[in-house]
């Protein structure tokens, strides 16, 4: 048990220095002896668990990936209407990247590398499963148009939730991306709701926000899209 322990405390340190170099140097740039020396662990021990970088890498997407499904699936509640639960997924996954290096680095690895060669599937594949069948549930419930196909419904949302990303990490503001996302569910919300339901959907989006951004009033004055 402790020695179980000890490897599982390496492995931990050694991703954790991982994603802090792909941050600081870039993956393509950072070296296993890099991830060593700025770990505390040995080269041995590195090996031990990582064959190679690429592996290093598939294992920082996955478990980036993990932490972001725990997070969605912790929101998709049964008793609360379905659009509900992907607005406060769309804020949950972009707060994580802001708050969480590897999480961060497992959405660069995913945009710059085939997903198919690093890791055991896409977050953004994950997004769109749990989407499209919240959409399903929101059709059945009225709180959407009657004429919204779930699938380009999914996929939009991913699309916008990818478009938010990418712009915030270009702009080293991923701290406000749940800001900039209320803004845009905001303005895409029209198509998707039916009018009498718009003006609460878009009320929920504003007062939902401070559960992920706790200046959040502040933060999108300040911000235009």
Same mark, same amino acid.
């Given at each position: 048990? %402790?020695?179980?322990?000890?490897?599982?405390?390496? /492995?931990?340190?050694?991703?954790?220095?991982?994603?802090?170099?792909?941050?600081?140097?870039?993956?393509? =740039?950072?070296?296993?002896?890099?991830?060593?020396?700025?770990?505390?662990?040995?080269?041995?021990?590195?090996?031990?668990?990582?064959?190679?970088? #690429?592996?290093?890498? /598939? *294992?920082?997407?996955?478990?980036?990936?993990? /932490?972001?499904?725990?997070?969605?699936?912790?929101? %998709?509640?049964?008793?609360?209407? *379905?659009?509900?639960? &992907?607005?406060?997924?769309?804020?949950?996954?972009?707060?994580? *990247? $802001?708050?969480?290096?590897?999480?961060? +680095?497992?959405?660069?690895?995913?945009?710059?590398?085939?997903?198919?060669?690093?890791?055991?599937? !896409?977050?953004?594949?994950?997004?769109? =499963?749990?989407?499209?069948?919240?959409?399903?549930?929101?059709? #059945?419930?009225?709180? %959407? *148009?009657?004429?919204?196909?779930?699938? =380009?419904?999914?996929?939009? &949302?991913? #699309?916008?939730?990818?478009? +938010?990303?990418?712009?915030?990490?270009?702009?080293?503001?991923?701290?406000?991306?749940?800001?900039?996302? #209320?803004? &845009?569910? =905001?303005? &895409?919300?029209?198509?998707?709701?039916?009018?009498?339901?718009? $003006?609460?959907?878009?009320?929920?989006?504003?007062?939902?926000?401070? !559960?992920?951004?706790? !200046?959040?009033?502040? +933060?999108?004055?300040?911000?235009?899209?």
């Amino acid at each position: 048990m %402790v020695r179980q322990l000890r490897a599982e405390a390496t /492995r931990a340190a050694a991703l954790r220095a991982a994603a802090d170099l792909f941050i600081d140097v870039g993956h393509a =740039n950072a070296t296993l002896s890099q991830v060593s020396a700025q770990s505390g662990v040995t080269k041995g021990a590195l090996y031990f668990h990582f064959a190679s970088k #690429e592996e290093l890498a /598939r *294992a920082i997407v996955d478990e980036g990936h993990e /932490r972001v499904s725990a997070a969605c699936a912790g929101l %998709v509640d049964s008793r609360s209407p *379905a659009l509900e639960s &992907v607005i406060g997924i769309s804020y949950s996954v972009l707060e994580l *990247a $802001a708050s969480d290096t590897l999480v961060r +680095v497992m959405y660069r690895l995913q945009m710059e590398v085939d997903g198919s060669d690093t890791a055991r599937g !896409s977050v953004f594949g994950t997004w769109g =499963n749990i989407f499209e069948h919240l959409f399903d549930r929101a059709i #059945e419930h009225g709180d %959407v *148009a009657d004429h919204l196909d779930s699938a =380009n419904a999914s996929l939009l &949302v991913c #699309e916008m939730l990818a478009g +938010v990303l990418m712009v915030s990490e270009a702009q080293s503001t991923l701290e406000s991306a749940p800001s900039r996302m #209320e803004k &845009v569910w =905001n303005t &895409v919300l029209p198509s998707l709701v039916p009018p009498h339901k718009l $003006a609460y959907f878009r009320e929920f989006a504003a007062r939902s926000l401070s !559960s992920f951004v706790p !200046s959040a009033d502040m +933060v999108s004055d300040s911000l235009t899209v």
